[in-house]
Every structure is written in structure tokens, then in C-alpha cells.
């Protein structure tokens, strides 16, 4: 079975604008002490809890995981956790791209890494306040994991057309599926990452990147997919963050069944990929994308049942076939987080979305 593990960022919203708050530092040590207290009474609670750029934030890491039931335990242990602690004092737990409420304040958490970071983003720090979902695929050799990261390079749009799921922005419709991936293609490293030859040419690439400043160290390529610095992985990241539980795991069983088969595509180029991501950010599962089979420009649910039956064997070994199968049907039915928050909204207001983002930490699994 290959591992993968799971990155997830929350921020703490004011219970009556959806608005991030700017205390996040003394909520984190809360939480933790919260949390350490949970394992001290014999309850299940695995992961590691960690400061985000912004204040405001966390980071939620899984352990490494076989199994989607694995880390869905440890991601349903912390979500209820966080939204039992937002609810004492009375806020909501976001997990979701952008919040919906303006901050009143943009704080980076004290740290020399993120103040570096701060000053190259300059005034895109003020409007940073986006959370994504990271999966890494356990790939050991180097080589191998280059491979692995030129065959997701064309499937990465139809997954966030699956996933998109920050449609406001500042209490407004931002007209998108993922408005997060658009604020974030303001970066100097972002979406497409080019096709690498081998780990030599990758290694080389990141750093002459590095060393023109257009990212602080190596950890800051912030491509939609990348070798992780850290782990023996192939990390996906253009992930915004989800919903649900299932969402979050949804994002991840495809991701890891992409890495495993490696599917045959046609040759890409980054501006078809790019316009491809574009639009999965615009219009989410009713965008038309390149397919990656064949080249042509079809609806996006045609590339995404192309893949799932792609990949059906590696998805079968896996023992997540049952359930990729459950949730892209949930998907088509209900649609991807973005159409449920629109929905939310539309039919009981305001209140209606913060119900819904408050059910994401009220999680039976």
C-alpha cells in the first residue's frame, strides 16, 4: 500500500461576519492543550497541529496513512476537536479557500521564514487570507518521483474542478469556483509546473528561482504540484481547503491513484494547462478543459469519468474504489464545495452558510 499524507489549513471566523479573527496564536495553544487533554482521556486523536503564514490560521498534518480510513480518523478527530472549541467562544471553524467575512487585520505569525516571505509578497500579504489542502504521495526514489510529477501535471484542473471551493470574497460572489487560485496566480511561482527531465534538471530549476528571489528557499515553490523538500513525496497543492471530511479525503485518493498509474497522456504545454486551470477556477465542474487523453477541449465531468475509469484498477487495490465512486456521484448530485456554499446562501442567507461551514467540524466518520 502506498502512503500518503494530508496538509489542511482552518482559520478561526467571527461568529457574525465569517470574518477571520486576528488572535490566532493564543487559540492554537488553546487548542493544543485542548487536544493534548482529549489524549490524556483516551480519546483517538493523532496528527500534529502547526502556525500558518497569517495569524489567523493552523495547519492540521496527518500522520503518514495507508488507508483513507486511517486519516480520516485523525482529520475527523481534529475537526471535531477545532469546532468544539470554536463553538465555546463563540466562533466558527473555516474550512473553506477564502473566508466569506473581510479580516479586520492582516498579522503574520512571528517567525523569521514568514516575515521574508512577507516582505517579497509586499501587498499581496494583506490579501492573503486563503487555506489549501496539501496531499503527498510517498514516492522513494528521486527519479521516480520526477516521473510521478510530470504524469499529475495534466490532470491537475479537472481536480480542482473537483475540489474548487472558495467561491466568496468579502462577502461578495467572486464570480469563481476557486477564488483562492486566482489570488494565489499572483505569485512569482504558481500553476503549472514545467516538465522536469530528471531530478538533476528539477533541482537545478528550483534553484535558479531561488537564487533570482522569486521564492525565499525551496520549501516556497508554490506550483500546484512540486517534490516535497521534506518528504520522500510528490505534494499536490492546489487543493483549496474542503468542506467535509470526505471532500478532503475524495482530493486525496485521486491524487494518490494518479501518482500510482501514472495514466498515458498526450503532450501538454503549459499555456493549455494553465487556460485549463483558469477556467477550473472560473467555473469548477462546468468548465470544458483539455482533456488529457486526447487533447481535445471537452466538459469537464467527460475528463473526470475518463479518469476515474483510468484509474479503477489502482483505485480497486486500494480499496478506495466504493468510496471515489460515492463521491464523485455526490459531486455531480450536490456539486463541489463551491455550488454548495453558493446554495447555502441562496436559499436560507447568510445564516444558511455559516450552518454549512460550521457541519465541516461536526463530523461522524
Excluded at 184 to 195: D, G, K, V
Excluded at 244 to 260: N, P
Excluded at 312 to 319: M, R
Aim: proline share 4%; glycine share 8%; net charge negative.
Amino acid at each position: 500500500m502506498v502512503r500518503f499524507g494530508i496538509e489542511e489549513e482552518f482559520m478561526l471566523l467571527d461568529h457574525r461576519a465569517l470574518a477571520p479573527i486576528p488572535d490566532g496564536s493564543s487559540i492554537r495553544s488553546a487548542l493544543k492543550h485542548n487536544l493534548a487533554q482529549s489524549v490524556l482521556e483516551g480519546s483517538p486523536v493523532g496528527g500534529v497541529i502547526s502556525p500558518e503564514f497569517l495569524d489567523c490560521q493552523m495547519e492540521f498534518s496527518t500522520s503518514p496513512s495507508e488507508s483513507l480510513f486511517s486519516a480520516g480518523t485523525e482529520l475527523a478527530g481534529f475537526r471535531n476537536n477545532l469546532g468544539n472549541f470554536a463553538r465555546q467562544i463563540n466562533l466558527v471553524a473555516g474550512c473553506v479557500g477564502t473566508p466569506y467575512g473581510s479580516a479586520r487585520s492582516s498579522s503574520v505569525t512571528p517567525d523569521i521564514r514568514y516575515d521574508t516571505i512577507a516582505n517579497l509578497m509586499g501587498g499581496l500579504t494583506g490579501e492573503h487570507f486563503v487555506n489549501g489542502l496539501h496531499v503527498h504521495t510517498e514516492v522513494r526514489d528521486p527519479e521516480d518521483r520526477v516521473r510521478a510529477l510530470n504524469a499529475v501535471r495534466p490532470w491537475l484542473p479537472v481536480l480542482l474542478a473537483l475540489t474548487a471551493n472558495s467561491p466568496f470574497w468579502r462577502r461578495q460572489d467572486s464570480g469563481f469556483a476557486s477564488w483562492r487560485s486566482i489570488q494565489l496566480r499572483r505569485l512569482a511561482t504558481m500553476w503549472c509546473p514545467p516538465i522536469f527531465h530528471d531530478f538533476e534538471d528539477y533541482q537545478h530549476r528550483i534553484d535558479r528561482l531561488v537564487q533570482m528571489d522569486a521564492a525565499v528557499d525551496r520549501g516556497t515553490i508554490s506550483w500546484a504540484a512540486r517534490l516535497s523538500e521534506n518528504y520522500n513525496t510528490v505534494e499536490v497543492r492546489l487543493f483549496d481547503a474542503q468542506l467535509q471530511v470526505k471532500d478532503t479525503l475524495f482530493a486525496a485518493a485521486l491524487t494518490r491513484a494518479i501518482i500510482i498509474d501514472q495514466p498515458s497522456t498526450v503532450p501538454l504545454g503549459a499555456e493549455e494547462i494553465d487556460a485549463s486551470l483558469w477556467m477550473a477556477a472560473r467555473k469548477g465542474m462546468h468548465s470544458h478543459l483539455v482533456d488529457p487523453i486526447t487533447g481535445d477541449v471537452i466538459d469537464a465531468w467527460a475528463i473526470a469519468e475518463r479518469l476515474l475509469s483510468t484509474l479503477a484498477n489502482s483505485l480497486t487495490a486500494h480499496q478506495d474504489d466504493a468510496f471515489v465512486e460515492e463521491r464523485a456521484a455526490f459531486v455531480r448530485e450536490s456539486g463541489t464545495g463551491a455550488d454548495r456554499q453558493r446554495d447555502a446562501r441562496s436559499r436560507h442567507g447568510f445564516a444558511g452558510l455559516r450552518a454549512l461551514i460550521g457541519r465541516g467540524t461536526t463530523v461522524e466518520f
